[in-house]
């Protein structure tokens, strides 16, 4: 979720902050702990595409030796080739890199993003874990790791390291009658930006519709934020304490977007509306003439199917909510397939049987959008589009045979 230009990053080892006091004998590592604190740092949206839901980071402070870093969990190279390509499907590598934190501050400070700071409320022991735990995941060997939004992202490794290294259970104050969907979540941060919005729920399919645990919606930051604001630690002995001591506003969002331009004016829901109104006048005329206009059926099938294939595509992702996603019904690669066909046996004034084919997927796509999938916005304006091709061809060109029928009773 956070792009750091690896010329700036600090390879800083945390085992040179826990050796160097103890080697002298004046304290042991345990006793180091003292002068350190550890929190959560929930950082607020940027305005690229991998930065629209927030970043999280760990910040591990030592006031003695005068050395304050933040751990993250978000770094790529988005030079990388096919990085895109390998994002969509599953297939990127994120790290874990060590910053100053004054450098880390510096950066969101410059683009306008906040950071909200939740010191923990940890003993010597836990600390100790931690800083442990930090130094193990630098090592080159396990420092890199296959990134999946959902399941394995910056935000869940911060989680993990730091509530798998307490003496005791984090119990969170979870409303269980409140059960959102990936999409669902997804939405509360993307919804200014319609058309990123649009490629999201494009991609996404039945498995971004089912309902999530407490667990499972903590991949967002500020998700984890407020659980962590109201999370208890059971200890061992059965009493409990609040996990966070205290919470710091460190930096104030100023990032507020430009809202003009194109595509804040067209928004898919408007482009789509427009396309169908051209397709009912376009139809109309067609009917009245007795003719199709096989080009324009040429242009949405073929736009249509191209789409299609990065769906099916999508089959092959690691991404498991993208896998399973009925919304193919409708951008169907067949329709690369047939589409010779359909301008073929339109120019010879024949329906081809394709058409039917497609008319059935529609239908299908509309009945479970009611029950299974939520769609991207606009796609059932496309859909009543494709269908209103389809009852157009089919009253303007009978099959093959009946055709030929009617033309020898008219000799």
């Not at 959560?40 to 991998?50: N, R």
């Not at 959102?180 to 999201?200: D, K, L, T, V």
């Not at 509306?273 to 099938?301: H, M, Q």
């Amino acid at each position: 979720m956070r792009y750091f230009k690896q010329a700036a990053i600090l390879v800083l080892l945390l085992v040179s902050m826990l050796s160097k006091a103890g080697a002298t004998g004046a304290e042991t590592p345990l006793e180091q702990m003292d002068s350190v604190n550890i929190s959560l740092l929930t950082c607020s949206p940027g305005h690229e595409i991998w930065s629209l839901y927030g970043h999280t980071a760990i910040r591990f402070e030592d006031r003695s030796r005068h050395a304050d870093y933040a751990i993250n969990y978000g770094l790529f190279d988005l030079s990388k080739k096919y990085f895109i390509l390998r994002f969509v499907f599953g297939l990127t590598d994120y790290q874990m890199g060590i910053e100053d934190y004054d450098l880390f501050l510096t950066d969101y400070s410059e683009e306008g993003r906040g950071i909200i700071e939740q010191r923990l409320n940890l003993s010597r022991k836990e600390k100790l874990a931690i800083a442990q735990a930090i130094q193990a995941n630098y090592d080159p060997s396990v420092r890199t790791y296959r990134y999946n939004y959902f399941y394995d992202n910056c935000t869940t490794r911060a989680r993990d390291i730091l509530v798998r290294h307490l003496d005791g259970k984090v119990k969170y104050q979870i409303n269980p009658n409140v059960k959102s969907s990936y999409r669902e979540m997804i939405h509360q941060w993307n919804h200014g930006h319609r058309w990123m919005a649009f490629g999201c729920d494009l991609l996404l399919g039945v498995g971004s519709d089912l309902k999530t645990d407490y667990q499972q919606q903590q991949f967002l930051p500020d998700s984890l934020r407020k659980d962590f604001e109201r999370a208890v630690v059971v200890e061992p002995s059965g009493r409990t304490h609040k996990l966070v001591a205290d919470t710091t506003n460190t930096l104030v969002p100023n990032n507020a977007e430009d809202e003009s331009g194109f595509w804040t004016t067209v928004t898919p829901s408007l482009l789509f509306a427009a396309l169908l109104v051209l397709t009912l006048v376009s139809s109309f005329f067609e009917y009245r003439r007795k003719k199709t206009f096989w080009p324009y059926d040429t242009l949405l099938l073929t736009l249509s199917g191209l789409a299609g294939i990065v769906l099916f595509l999508m089959i092959f992702s690691q991404h498991p909510t993208v896998r399973v996603n009925l919304q193919i019904l409708l951008l169907n690669p067949l329709s690369i397939v047939f589409v010779f066909g359909v301008s073929r046996s339109a120019c010879h004034h024949k329906y081809h049987f394709y058409w039917s084919i497609l008319c059935v997927c529609l239908i299908f796509f509309l009945v479970c959008g009611f029950y299974l999938q939520k769609y991207a916005e606009g796609m059932w304006l496309l859909a009543c589009t494709l269908l209103v091709r389809c009852i157009i061809n089919r009253l303007l060109y009978r099959e093959p045979a009946t055709h030929k029928l009617a033309e020898g009773n008219n000799k």
